[in-house]
């Protein structure tokens, strides 16, 4: 079995890491979604790093872009959005690397982002429904009625927590991560020599 945690390894990790965690600071809401809803491309490098590296290292990136952003700006979400992010991003970077893995081939690649897209935007969909939106909801003490009202002003078939999620959650990610996924495309080409020289 190939070696993982090499010094050439540890070294990408650590840049992509910081990488990731400075775009996590360039964040910004698109209108299909209440401005609470940001969207960032942090998961870029460790996209990146999960098809040139492997699923270990691509998780390893992650844990490495949350504490960094960490330092660079403090949580304003008791830690909440800090763990959905790495919870959903892992879920997409580790995803895609272990699809990748079986088939590095473009057409592989290709499998690798959709699936890790698909597969991302259903989880964030089933953990805001769960655990993030009840956790704000306590925290903030915001009626869930309120951040309902959010989503239905944006669209008017919004009626509750469900629809929100339907409506206003499972794009958002699934725009994100197609963002990330063609940025991806266009730059591992370029990237990837660097990487595994």
Known sequence: MKKVLTVKNITMIAVLGALGAVLMLFDFPIMIAPGFYKLDLGDLPCLI???????????LIQVVKILIKLLLKP???AFVGEIAAFIFSSVYC????LVYQA????????????????????????????????????????????IVAMGTKIFPVIHDKFSFVLCCV????????????????????????????
Do not use: C, Q, W
Request: charged share 10%; glycine share 4%.
């Open 103 to 146: 088939d590095r081939t473009k057409k592989g690649a290709m499998k690798a982002l959709i699936v890790a897209s698909v597969l991302m935007s259903v989880f964030a969909a089933f953990g805001n429904y769960a655990f993030i939106i009840p956790a704000y909801v306590n925290m903030y003490h915001m009626p869930l009625e309120a």
């Open 49 to 59: 790093g999960a098809f040139a590296l492997g699923p270990v290292p691509a998780l």
């Open 75 to 77: 949580t304003s979400t």
């Open 94 to 97: 580790v995803s895609a690397s």
């Open 170 to 197: 499972l794009p958002f990610n699934l725009v994100k991560a197609i963002i990330v996924d063609v940025l991806t495309i266009i730059l591992y080409k370029h990237i990837s020599p660097l990487l595994k020289r």
